[in-house]
């Protein structure tokens, strides 16, 4: 009759943890309810046209078809395959996936073997008597039973980490392409400025030259020399500069790359010779062409800007961390609630441990279910309330912030695809009559027409806007890259690296 009921209460004890496990399906997590979106239904006046809006999304554009450059394809694969922030961003998501697992596994019970034995003496005096136990089996202990979704709430703040770590790997790449892109093009204008104060360096040394041999004859002063020397000194800083420049350019390249740039696809310096000036005033100015041969990039429309909800992982890893902070408001009230935990085993006991398995030994078991109910905890359940719920502010904060910064940076982008483009053409402009300008000048000099001071300002002038010219292009490029990069553009499942241990669900 006592094995009967000895081996009844083991089955007891399972339908009880399976009922309460049945009744477990309380939540005290606050339903979601998704802020709404703190931005302008359309783009600013003047920024995004009616063409913006139509064509495939930036998001669903490769980075691949969006580059024109095989040598910046290239260099952005680089990076892709060797960054170490991108591996830094994809064993994020590992450590996140683990922990998403071990929330998982905490509403499951822990089931360990166990084997214990102790031999004692009770009695310090009199005849020794020594008692041994053994005992071997499996047990659980302190087996949380989720009555009012504690572990449950833990598991999905776990869960939105795991997804805004994803999401967040994505940002990294987008980043990491567009940082790319950016830095080789402002390499290869580097490489172009400093192509131009070379020439321009010539140039100027061939009318240091000239003015030499008129002084050495009389027919300069001494001021025009002076000046023409101090222009010679001037383009030799600037190249010096330049430079410097384009070797900082190279180190930063090869950082976001992760390893060394083969100097196949570093910009090579163009050729820097200079002609002899022309003699005769009716001769046509040459074409001008940019200042620098940059790539270009393939147009992508902007969109709407509710698009931006579903097409930037930043804001999709800020709404996770919401959903997270959310569901930790629920793990926090059900601290106010009893905490039901079983311990609990199941072997066999012998005082002789040669029979343990044997006739000498005995099933043996024990069932020990607690409840803990707070009654005084000096309002820390309260104050943990409280952060939670702060906690959510801040994340609902933080996600309205992370939508506005996404607005302004696509209609910042806007805005210089609709203005850049007049820049470059007026500063095209500029240099084709800054450069006729400087022929012109050259010849009345070298012809006893205009004085030195002439040629002097033609010079200067059509440096500089060489140089502006340069910079606005660079300018345009890069804002390509920036919208392409705010709306989304630069990553695709493709892209991204398997990630051990299969999916989160």
């Not at 990039?297 to 909800?309: E, I, N």
Request: contains cysteine; charged residues 20%; negative net charge.
């Amino acid at each position: 009759m006592s094995d009967t009921r000895t081996s009844s209460l083991p089955r007891l004890a399972a339908l009880g943890a399976v009922a309460l496990l049945t009744l477990s399906a309380c939540s005290l997590v606050p339903e979601y309810e998704r802020p709404a979106a703190p931005i302008a239904s359309h783009w600013p006046v003047g920024g995004a046209t009616e063409a913006d809006t139509k064509g495939a999304a930036a998001a669903d554009l490769r980075w691949q078809n969006f580059v024109q450059d095989d040598q910046l394809r290239k260099v952005v694969q680089l990076a892709l395959d060797h960054n170490r922030d991108l591996r830094i961003a994809v064993q994020n998501i590992e450590q996140a996936r683990a922990q998403y697992r071990i929330r998982q596994a905490d509403r499951l019970p822990t089931v360990a073997a166990e084997a214990t034995g102790t031999r004692s003496q009770p009695t310090p005096t009199g005849t020794p008597s020594v008692s041994s136990s053994y005992t071997v089996g499996l047990g659980v202990s302190a087996w949380e039973l989720d009555f009012f979704g504690r572990v449950a709430a833990l598991e999905d703040v776990a869960l939105a980490d795991f997804l805004a770590t994803t999401e967040a790997r994505k940002s990294a790449q987008i980043s990491l392409v567009a940082s790319v892109m950016t830095t080789w093009l402002q390499l290869k204008t580097d490489t172009e400025l400093l192509a131009l104060t070379e020439r321009t360096l010539a140039t100027r040394e061939q009318s240091l030259e000239l003015i030499q041999l008129r002084f050495d004859n009389g027919a300069s002063s001494a001021l025009d020399l002076r000046q023409a020397e101090s222009l010679v000194a001037s383009a030799k800083a600037t190249s010096a500069e330049q430079k410097r420049q384009r070797m900082q350019d190279i180190n930063l390249l090869t950082l976001l790359v992760g390893t060394q740039v083969p100097d196949a696809l570093i910009p090579e310096l163009p050729d820097t010779s200079v002609a002899e000036a022309p003699t005769d005033l009716a001769q046509p100015t040459a074409t001008v062409a940019p200042a620098a041969d940059l790539p270009d990039f393939a147009q992508v429309p902007a969109g709407l800007p509710s698009d931006l909800l579903l097409r930037r992982p930043d804001i999709h890893a800020a709404e996770q961390q919401l959903i997270g902070a959310n569901a930790n408001i629920g793990a926090a009230r059900a601290n106010f609630f009893p905490r039901i935990t079983l311990t609990g085993s199941l072997g066999r006991a012998s005082h002789d441990l040669d029979g343990l398995f044997g006739s000498g030994g005995s099933k043996a078991w024990s069932f020990g279910p607690s409840i803990t109910l707070p009654i005084f905890d000096a309002e820390r359940n309260r104050a943990g309330l409280e952060s939670a719920r702060a906690g959510r502010e801040i994340a609902v904060a933080q996600y309205e912030k992370t939508i506005q910064t996404a607005f302004r940076e696509v209609s910042d982008a806007l805005a210089g695809r609709a203005t850049l483009g007049d820049q470059l053409n007026a500063l095209q402009e500029q240099v084709a009559a800054d450069r006729d300008r400087f022929r012109l000048a050259d010849l009345r000099y070298r012809n006893g027409v205009a004085s030195f001071l002439d040629l002097l300002d033609a010079q200067r002038s059509l440096f500089a806007v060489e140089q502006a010219l340069a910079q606005v292009q660079l300018a345009q490029r890069a804002n390509e890259v920036a919208l392409y990069k705010s709306l989304g553009g630069g990553w695709s499942d493709g892209d991204t690296p398997p990630v051990a241990g299969g999916t989160a669900r």
